[in-house]
């Protein structure tokens, strides 16, 4: 297996645990917060996948998932491509409110597709290519990839945590 076949293997995995930390929630339960301070099951998975379209919408020089259609208006947000919920405070966070699971699911569906056709097209030099020259060192397609995905897997990982604590709570 070479590298563009584990990063698609590992970015195929995410939509299943998108689904399954949303599945069956409620609007008022995707946007419950566990406690003071903390991210609500729907604020966690539209995050990440706006991070994932962000990213790989720049890679692919497009336009971004979020901003076709009416997506952001069932996320009751404008489709501002800047907003991906970096930096987010409390006030941001509870502004983001997801119509219904499968308005996640849908967004995230798009994005995942899209990213998967990205990176079944990639061949293994590209990897090596300088995408951002703002670091030391310079971030290559590879590791910016990776980061995406290490991003992506986390908040997967507290959304399903939260999702428990919000189903026992």
Known sequence: ???KDLLTE?????PGLVEAAVRGLTPQQLRQVPAPGANPVGWLV???TRIQDHHVADLLGAEQVWVSGDRAG???????????????GPEQI????????QAL????????????AYLRGLRPVDL??????????PVTLGVRLVSVLED??????????VRGLVERG
Do not use: C, I, K
């Open 152 to 161: 992506d897997l986390q908040h997967a990982g507290q959304a399903a945590y």
């Open 74 to 88: 069932r996320f009751g947000l404008a489709p501002d491509p800047d907003d991906t919920g970096f930096g987010h």
């Open 105 to 116: 699911v849908d967004y995230h569906r798009a994005v995942a597709e899209r990213t998967g």
């Open 128 to 137: 090596d290519r300088v995408v951002d020259e703002n670091w030391d060192p």
């Open 94 to 101: 509870v502004a983001v409110r997801p119509e219904s699971a």
């Open 1 to 3: 297996m070479d590298a």
């Open 10 to 14: 590992a970015y195929d995995r995410l």
């Open 46 to 48: 539209w995050h990440l």
